[in-house]
């Protein structure tokens, strides 16, 4: 049964910093890709950024290019987000997400069936 745990959330001021953690479970990682969306209250869910985990490829929205980075750790089947320069239009649930590895990285939360409970993640002004 795959698992994914994210961790990380919490509560900072615009301009600092959060890194997230997704640690997946029940899954061959490097079979998968690893994707980050969020949601905000009354809103879509939306595509973050996303990692090949055998290529190492990675996907960023443009929203958070420059700010956000995404990279994976095989030894600890770790996903990392790591959040700078938080803009309070980043609050949102942050969740982490896999699927069976495809030819190029998806933004479509679709084509992700598994799914972690989700981080918060609040970014006051």
């Known amino acids: 049964q795959v698992r994914l745990v994210e961790s990380g959330g919490g509560l900072v001021q615009a301009g600092g910093s959060l890194r997230l953690s997704c640690v997946a479970s029940?899954?061959?990682?490097?079979?998968?890709?690893m994707a980050w969306f969020r949601q905000a209250p009354g809103k879509e869910r939306e595509f973050v950024g996303a990692?090949?985990?055998?290529?190492?490829?990675?996907l960023l929205a443009d929203s958070v290019k420059g700010r956000f980075t995404i990279s994976r750790d095989t030894a600890k089947n770790t996903v990392a987000l790591q959040m700078s320069s938080l803009k309070p239009e980043d609050t949102a649930v942050y969740y982490c997400?896999?699927?069976?590895?495809?030819?190029?990285?998806?933004?479509?939360?679709?084509?992700?069936?598994?799914w972690g409970q989700g981080t918060q993640v609040t970014v006051s002004s």
């Open positions: 990692i090949s985990w055998s290529r190492g490829g990675t």
């Open positions: 029940g899954l061959t990682v490097f079979n998968h890709d």
């Open positions: 997400a896999a699927a069976w590895t495809r030819r190029q990285l998806s933004v479509n939360s679709n084509q992700y069936p598994s």
